[in-house]
Every structure is written in structure tokens, then in C-alpha cells.
């Protein structure tokens, strides 16, 4: 099932959709609708690929949530959740062994910062779905925050979970056990509506701590109207996440 939504995903949003339309044009070429097609899908690529767009799209996602500042939050009581985003699969630089990516090192980053400030302990989740790694996302993140100095008593990691839905799951059957209800909930910050969404789901009481945000530009120049490839990717990545909100309030909708 996990296998056959990530096609699907694949095929629908940018590029794989925009190919098999443009595919389709190019096919029945002669047609005037056709030739539209083909016109329509370079528009999509080029708009797709400047910051106005990109920033259009990431930023009801990132503005959903205010800026976490431990400070004026009451955390004593609660503990940190930290989301996997992937594992950079048998590093060659590290002797082959699993490390994380650039997501995921970006969220254990933020995890540790919190922890060191607050002294709550961090729960990293994430197993090894779709994955050719030697570990589970939630041992790496684990292994991670004790090298960036979270003391091993602080830290614990579940490793089954291959979704953010199931993150919720398994994290609700282990903190209830012990009585906690209330987290810290670090997520990249465009993934965070969806992510709270299914703790809340599942009883928590969430406070959202969002990283690495895409959204920072006050201003744009004539370069921000030009196509560029890390504003397509953003792109991509946002309309992959207002599909996931979509299949997830259809799919685990109570």
C-alpha cells in the first residue's frame, strides 16, 4: 500500500504529471489542444521554478504555526517528538554507514537545541519503510542527538513507523504508558499542518516547533522571476504536501 501511494504520488505531482501531460501532447500533436498542452506545461515549469510561486505555496503551510520559542511555551511537563525525513542510506564518507539527510539533520539539529534548552527528553520516530538502510530513521536521529550531546538517558527512539500517521500511533502506545500527553512536536516547518494534525488525532496536545523554513525572502529581484531548480523542488514539495493533507484527512478520517 505504502509502495503504491508513493507511485501514484509520483505520477500526479510535478514532474512526473507535468511529463505524462506534455507525453500526451507531444502524442496527439496535430490537434490544436495538443500543442496547448505542451505550451501549458512549460508555463507550469517555468512559474513552478521561480521564488513567487514557490513562496505562494510554502507559505500557508509554513505560516500555520507561530515560530517556537521555548521560552514562552510551557514545556515542562512535555516531551519532544522528533519526525524522520529520511536516511542517507550507507554514507560512503562515513564508511558506509547510515547517516541522515539533509531534512532529517536539519530537524535532529533543531531537537537537540530544545532538549539542551528545556532538559525534556526527545523521542525520535521513524523506521525503515521503503528503505535499503541498515538502521531505522529513529536509531540514527537517536544516535545523532547523543553525538550533538544529548546525554542517552535523555533520548529514546521507536522504529517501526513508516508514515507520519503511524509516528502518531506508535508514539501514543508508548507515551501513554507513561502518562504524557503533551508534546514538543519538531517537524520541517512546511510538514507541521499535517504532522500536528495527526498527533491531535491520536489525543496529543501538540505544540508545533517548525524547522527550516523556505520562506525567509523580504524582498525579490529580477533573478527570483527566472527559473531555478531548488524553487521547483520546493514547488514540488509543497503540492506534495497539500496532497498528503488531502489523503490523509480521507484515508484516517474518524
Keep these: 500500500m505504502l509502495l503504491t501511494s508513493k507511485v501514484i504520488s509520483q505520477l500526479l505531482l510535478p514532474p512526473g504529471g507535468l511529463i505524462l501531460l506534455a507525453l ?108 535499503h538502510a541498515d538502521e531505522a530513521e529513529g536509531d540514527v536521529m537517536r544516535r545523532w542527538l547523543m553525538r550533538l550531546g544529548i546525554p542517552a538517558s535523555q533520548v529514546y527512539a521507536e522504529n517501526l513507523a513508516s508514515n507520519t500517521w503511524e509516528n502518531a500511533i506508535y508514539m501514543r502506545h508508548i507515551l501513554q504508558k507513561k502518562g504524557i500527553d503533551k508534546i514538543v512536536l519538531v517537524s520541517t516547518a512546511w510538514h507541521l499542518p499535517r504532522a500536528v494534525w495527526c498527533f491531535q488525532s491520536q489525543g496529543f496536545t501538540v505544540i508545533p516547533a517548525g524547522t527550516d523554513y523556505v520562506v525567509t525572502k523580504p524582498s525579490y529581484d529580477v533573478r527570483s522571476f527566472m527559473p531555478h531548480w531548488k524553487a521547483f523542488t520546493d514547488s514540488a514539495q509543497a503540492l506534495h504536501e497539500y496532497l498528503g493533507i488531502v489523503w490523509y484527512h480521507l484515508r484516517y478520517h474518524s
Design 24 to 131: 500526451l501532447g507531444v502524442l496527439f500533436w496535430k490537434r490544436v489542444w495538443a500543442r496547448g498542452l505542451v505550451v501549458l506545461v512549460l508555463c507550469a515549469f517555468w512559474l513552478l521554478s521561480t521564488e513567487p510561486v514557490r513562496d505562494m505555496l510554502m507559505h500557508p503551510l509554513e505560516s500555520e504555526y507561530a515560530v517556537f520559542h521555548a521560552e514562552k511555551e510551557g514545556v515542562k511537563d512535555a516531551v519532544i517528538v522528533l519526525l524522520g525525513a529520511g536516511v542517507y542510506e550507507h554514507a560512503p564518507e562515513y564508511n558506509g554507514r547510515d547517516m541522515l539527510t539533509s531534512y532529517a539533520i536539519m530537524r535532529t539539529l533543531y531537537a537537540a537545541d530544545i532538549a539542551k534548552e528545556t532538559g525534556i527528553a526527545v523521542y525520535a520516530t521513524g523506521g525503515k519503510a521503503l528503505s
